[in-house]
DNA sequence: TTATATACGAAAAAAATTTTCATTCAAACA
DNA sequence: TGTTTGAATGAAAATTTTTTTCGTATATAA
């Protein structure tokens, strides 16, 4: 009726609030089981939860669709596994196209999962302290500290003075210097990386804020820092968790850039129009 | 009956051959608008087509599904567009949880389209010339240069002697101290960075192997070198093409990795096992 | 307290699906 | 050639599922 289209987990979510008691639990029961759903009669499903075939009916008219079977159809085109056979290890017998297939898909899947988890999670948080922050410097290791490069170049263009080097030794000096108004990017897959962890004693000793990008929600870096974000990458035979983690890690940053970028034109410090041109420059 | 899984339109495919003429038709049918099906009774269906329910019903059940409902469910899952909305512009009202979501789509359509050139095009013969490479080292410029230090970092894993400079005159000098048993791995985004060029004519005279990673058919990086490689990402207002083709050339350069590491693996250079170690390293 | 609205279930109605059965047609066979 | 067999198909019946209608209960507001 209203609406025909796809999103129906979104929807209920949307309209959990408005439900009544029985759709309530209507609606927990199809965000629980919501693959189930989709091999399951309007009768089964209203026995199941012990309550009458019309009020399953009005639930799916209440969040927007024509019917039973128009949610069904909805569940089902978003239910389907998001990209899979992903997690498939490498095998020997693998040719260089399927070798390839897999590790792209492996990379798509730790974005999905990295989005999954980002936006529940602190991100706008981070977004708003970058934005606020007088000044931003970035800090990574090892491989870490090329990401953390790759975020200097991007971020030298919202305008806000950022930093980032490579040497540890510099690193250290760094942090010395920053203060309480300052944000602190820190980059490890691991959390443990001990010129990194390093860096967060000296500055949570002059009170810098510290924003943490890690794949290890127990780890010293995600527990120690202010506002933790996680990558979610899963390592498989022949197959690095931490290649993936890089993409995801890339992917947060990526976001952070735009979304500071916009929250700064709100802002008024700058116009649209620069904006748009600062962030569509080709070359990077 | 036979089985309830997925792969709807694999299934007409693979049926193809057995079925009769009526079937043929619906088969013909469903493979040209599946998106159709899927809001269709099987009464309207066979109406359409004009021929009765229960010859569809059969066509149903005879490409392996339980009923017609059962296959329009299969259809659902997998017609979904694979990922929706992506190449959606950021617009100003955007809330952070939505300009992450499009950056992240962003980021996921472009591993996707770039996968499908890259497994058509020249790829496996990179990863040849690579494994037989007598040393092989990594060229970008900017940002790109971030790229190109990631994947020294990456390679010097494979035990194949590699390299890489961010300064350009290190590259340069570096350049033309390699031979024709030497690979050249250079990394645009656009493919007219002029310092990446530069490099590249020095490498040609002393016959060096090149492979070029670009986002841009039509350069003169893709046009000179010996094997092109492509990124495929599209810019749109708010986010520049450069954030998502980086995610690329960088999967691009994974993929190299991991293909480059089997095969030497088969080459007898290193044993399974130590091979699986060196890949699986938690710390990059 | 009464009126009104909302929530819900029972049952009826409608629609869609599935099954059954009869017919046609063509190939196989006597 | 006539007959049999079996696959393909459609018509109609049976069944299941979905949707609508209507009545009751409960809560809320006047």
Same mark, same amino acid.
């Given at each position: 009726m209203?609406?025909?289209n796809q999103?129906?987990l979104?929807?209920?979510?949307?309209h959990y609030?408005?439900l009544s +008691?029985?759709?309530?639990?209507?609606?927990?029961?199809?965000?629980k089981?919501?693959e189930? &759903?989709i091999?399951t009669?309007?009768?089964?499903?209203?026995?199941d939860?012990?309550?009458? +075939?019309?009020? $399953? /009916?009005r639930f799916c008219?209440?969040i927007g669709f024509k019917?039973?079977?128009?949610?069904?159809?909805a569940?089902?085109s978003?239910?389907?596994t998001p &990209?899979k056979d992903?997690?498939?290890?490498i095998?020997?017998g693998d040719d $260089?196209r399927?070798?390839s297939?897999?590790? /792209?898909?492996?990379?798509?899947k730790?974005l999905e999962d990295?989005l #999954?988890?980002?936006v529940?999670?602190s991100?706008?948080?981070a977004?708003?302290?970058? $934005?606020?922050?007088?000044r931003?410097?970035? /800090?990574?290791s090892g491989?870490?500290? &090329?990401?953390?490069?790759?975020a200097?170049?991007?971020?030298?263009?919202?305008?806000?003075?950022?930093?980032?080097?490579?040497?540890?030794?510099?690193?250290l000096?760094?942090?010395?210097q920053?203060?309480?108004?300052d944000?602190a990017v820190?980059i490890s897959?691991t959390?443990?990386t001990? +010129?990194?962890? #390093? $860096?967060l004693?000296?500055l949570?000793?002059n009170?810098?804020?510290?924003?943490?990008i890690t794949? /290890?929600?127990k780890?010293p870096?995600?527990?120690?820092v202010?506002i933790p974000?996680?990558?979610?990458?899963?390592?498989?035979?022949?197959r690095?968790?931490?290649?993936?983690s890089r993409i995801a890690?890339?992917?947060?940053?990526?976001s952070?850039?735009i979304?500071?970028m916009i929250?700064?034109?709100?802002?008024g410090h700058t116009s649209l129009?620069k904006?748009?041109?600062a962030i569509?420059?080709?070359?990077?």
């Amino acid at each position: 009726m209203i609406n025909e289209n796809q999103y129906c987990l979104a929807r209920i979510k949307t309209h959990y609030v408005k439900l009544s +008691d029985k759709e309530k639990t209507i609606a927990d029961y199809i965000l629980k089981h919501p693959e189930e &759903i989709i091999h399951t009669s309007i009768n089964q499903l209203a026995e199941d939860l012990g309550m009458a +075939d019309s009020t $399953v /009916f009005r639930f799916c008219k209440r969040i927007g669709f024509k019917g039973y079977q128009a949610m069904k159809i909805a569940l089902a085109s978003e239910i389907v596994t998001p &990209i899979k056979d992903i997690h498939e290890t490498i095998n020997e017998g693998d040719d $260089v196209r399927t070798v390839s297939e897999k590790v /792209f898909q492996s990379n798509m899947k730790a974005l999905e999962d990295t989005l #999954q988890l980002l936006v529940g999670g602190s991100f706008e948080l981070a977004v708003k302290t970058i $934005v606020n922050a007088k000044r931003v410097e970035f /800090f990574g290791s090892g491989g870490s500290s &090329i990401i953390a490069m790759d975020a200097y170049h991007k971020f030298i263009r919202t305008g806000i003075p950022v930093f980032a080097n490579s040497d540890s030794h510099m690193q250290l000096m760094s942090a010395s210097q920053l203060g309480e108004q300052d944000v602190a990017v820190l980059i490890s897959h691991t959390g443990t990386t001990k +010129d990194t962890i #390093q $860096v967060l004693g000296v500055l949570k000793e002059n009170n810098v804020k510290t924003i943490g990008i890690t794949n /290890f929600a127990k780890s010293p870096l995600s527990e120690e820092v202010d506002i933790p974000l996680y990558t979610v990458a899963e390592e498989t035979d022949y197959r690095s968790e931490a290649l993936s983690s890089r993409i995801a890690q890339l992917s947060i940053l990526d976001s952070l850039f735009i979304n500071v970028m916009i929250a700064r034109e709100e802002e008024g410090h700058t116009s649209l129009h620069k904006m748009r041109n600062a962030i569509s420059i080709k070359r990077m």
